[in-house]
């Protein structure tokens, strides 16, 4: 995973990962279901923006419709804003680019070590539990894969990881979850970030939702 960038009105946030090394044999047929994806795009991103104050209360809420509208030259795709819709005070808002609705491998790619987590259910179905861990310098990302334990498809990840911003380092948490693509491919459907803390003056909890939709091969 080369970046999660967040990027609100107020503040840009980012985090980086090394490069990847040897993984289990259910985690490399992980990979390789998600870089089988790696030809197609979403060709619209709904992002969702909840926002809560710091005793729990809804201030209020801001979604965005992105479609794919055009291709630049060297087959990258340009979306640009189609609707939105605010509900309430949202006041300070983000929207959440994880890099994964242009490149679903992303998800997994990246991480020092991945060691077995144990079997779990998720949502009625079996699965297998990989945790991968990243270190750079004196911060750790940690990812917990949700495998189906026939074909390696990866169903869900559940991430721990740090966001830098002007408004200092916080440890957020994010889940992505998946499904197919066109043509049988394997790409995220979803992605939510959670994260509290202080912006400004203010203390804040925000729940960004990002969906990914109508996925079509590159030209």
């Known amino acids: 995973m080369r970046w999660f960038t967040v990027r609100p009105l107020m503040a840009l946030l980012s985090l980086s990962l090394p490069a990847a090394l040897p993984v289990p044999t259910l985690v490399g047929r992980a990979l390789q279901r998600l870089h089988q994806g790696q030809p197609e795009v979403a060709s619209k991103v709904i992002t969702h923006v909840d926002v809560y104050d710091g005793k729990g209360a809804f201030l209020g809420s801001l979604e965005t419709v992105a479609a794919l509208a055009s291709w630049t030259k060297d087959g990258k795709p340009v979306r640009k804003e189609i ?4 509900q309430g005070s949202p006041g300070f808002t983000m929207s959440l680019s994880l890099h994964l609705e242009d490149s679903p491998a992303e998800a997994l790619d990246g991480f020092d070590t991945w060691s077995e987590a144990g079997p779990a259910d998720l949502q009625g179905q079996p699965v297998r539990r990989f945790r991968g861990i990243s270190v750079s310098g004196k911060e750790t990302t940690v990812a917990l ?4 334990p026939q074909t390696g498809a990866p169903l869900q990840v559940d991430y721990e990881m740090p966001v830098h911003s002007t408004f200092g380092t916080r440890q957020v948490k994010a889940t992505v979850r998946f499904g197919p693509g066109a043509g049988g491919a394997w790409v995220p459907r979803s992605a939510t970030l959670d994260q509290a803390g202080r912006v400004m003056f203010w203390s804040r909890h925000l729940v960004v939702v ?4 109508d996925w079509v091969p590159r030209p």
């Open 210 to 213: 990002s969906t990914y939709q």
């Open 83 to 86: 609707a939105s819709h605010q």
């Open 145 to 148: 894969a949700y495998l189906d």
